[in-house]
């Protein structure tokens, strides 16, 4: 049953920005940062449905698809009868794109001018998908390359490898993409089946940020949001073990230099804790292994490492994992000597003075990137997707972190009994030594 629109406000108070959150009569909840002094705007329009959704319960049922449905979806989405989505976009002064994630599709745009044309392009082609098998059949041919382009990407394959020694079941192992074998399998009923499974009001998200506001947002979503009904599909992934599938994963590709990623699972987390612990894990990677740690410093000047190791927090319903990228001739005993570096930050503590310099910088890019509109739009769906009805809420975390915080999480999410490492080793017909 539909409810009464409710509107909320909140005032940022580092920037003075408002962000105002709307639940919609229709089902949807709209966000709206409005900023004013910005010249451009940029709307996001996603729903809870990715990669990982390849099987859920709808009425009972339990529903199988094969791997690669919700991004074959996104792609047909963007056809009409006319010349195509993006084609109205362009015609009205907007940028458009979409992107499939492990647990979330989102399409979104950004304009200096006639944004509420183009929101109507968005909610319009998005809640109204014009789906044909012919259209099926053409787009096949097209995801199938881009499926194969990426078997030659190491980068790509060397996160899918970790992915895989990390997980047993959790479809997170797979490609977004899917593969050609699963993706042959689609059928132009079945995108129509998910699409209406999963694409309900009730599980999406409309994030709009820049010199927009929320009255001229509710102006278009008014006339076009179409009332949904509730959203009972229920997804069914697989259960997951506490343990890796393997702590060795390598294979030959046609690079200059060996290339690894290091991966530690952990136990997944949800809403508030899930932000919480992912912004943790995010400072004790930085202080661990950034450019201005003692380990990066130790490893520079033995040759095992010639750049700071990257990191990314990878976390969702039903999986969290913390991933170390780097290039090394000896990946084994870098990750050896990472593992011993959190033993290491566990005995001695964390220095309260540095995890505050951290923090300040953290406030410095939050800040700087709020100030892009297309950043801004995509902090607010995130902030959703965790559960958050705070579009600030990452900021006032960090505020609460505490050394001990860092070391609690060191020990529980930084184990290296749950860890994997993926390795890319260059093929015989490679110049290992070229480093461009």
């Known amino acids: 049953m539909n409810t009464e629109r409710q509107i909320f406000r909140e005032t ?50 339990r529903i199988q698809t094969p791997a690669g449905v919700a991004h074959y979806l996104e792609h047909k989405l963007f056809e009409n ?20 994630g492990f647990d979330r599709t989102v399409c979104h745009f950004r304009t200096h001018r006639a944004f509420p044309e183009a929101l109507a392009v968005l909610l319009e082609f998005v809640q109204h998908p014009q789906i044909t098998q012919g259209g099926v059949e053409h787009e096949r041919g097209i995801i199938t390359q881009e499926i194969v382009e990426y078997y030659d990407d190491a980068d790509d394959r060397m996160f899918f490898q970790v992915l895989e020694a990390l997980y047993h079941a959790c479809p997170i192992r797979t490609d977004v993409a899917g593969t050609p074998e699963s993706i042959a399998q689609i059928t132009a009923e079945m995108l129509l089946q998910c699409h209406s499974a999963f694409y309900n009001l009730h599980n999406m998200v409309l994030s709009c940020a820049g010199n927009v506001t929320a009255a001229e947002v509710l102006e278009t979503a008014d006339r076009l949001l179409i009332p949904a009904p509730p959203f009972t599909v229920q997804p069914a992934l697989p259960p997951e073990p506490e343990t890796v599938f393997a702590p060795y994963r ?3 590709m046609a690079v200059g230099r060996t290339q690894f990623s290091l991966g530690f699972k952990s136990a997944p987390a ?16 930085d202080l661990l292994t950034g450019a201005c740690s003692p380990f990066y410093e130790q490893m520079r000047q033995s040759g095992l490492l010639p750049h700071p190791l990257s990191a990314e927090v990878l976390c969702g ?5 913390v991933i170390f990228d780097g290039e090394s001739d000896e990946p084994q005993t870098v990750a050896d000597a990472l593992c011993k570096e959190c033993a290491a930050a566990l005995q001695n503590g964390i220095d309260p003075a540095l995890l505050q310099d951290l923090k300040r910088a953290y406030y410095r890019d939050e800040i700087t990137a709020m100030q892009s509109p297309e950043d801004a739009a995509a902090a607010l769906t995130e902030n959703w997707l965790a559960g958050c009805t705070s579009p ?22 930084f184990r290296q009994d749950r860890a994997a490492l993926s390795v890319i080793l260059p093929d015989d017909d490679t110049d290992t030594n070229d480093e461009k």
Not at 270 to 285: F, H, N, V, Y
Not at 317 to 321: D, G, I, K, M
Request: some cysteine; hydrophobic content about 40%; overall charge negative.
């Open 12 to 61: 940022d108070p580092l920037t003075g920005d408002t962000c105002v959150r709307i639940l919609h009569e229709s089902g949807l909840e709209i966000r709206v940062l409005e900023q004013p002094a910005m010249h451009t705007a940029a709307a996001e329009f996603a729903v809870r449905y990715g990669s990982v959704h390849t099987a859920f319960i709808q009425e009972g049922k």
């Open 250 to 252: 390598e294979r030959t």
């Open 270 to 285: 949800s809403g508030m804790t899930q932000m919480r612990e992912k912004l943790i894990c995010e400072l004790a990677a």
């Open 392 to 413: 600030f809420a990452r900021t006032a975390l960090l505020a609460q972190i505490t050394p001990e915080e860092i070391c609690d999480v060191l020990a529980r999410r």
């Open 317 to 321: 319903s039903e999986w969290f994992a």
């Open 81 to 100: 009868e006319d010349n195509g989505v993006s084609a109205r976009f362009a015609a009205i002064g907007a940028s458009d794109n979409a992107y499939t």
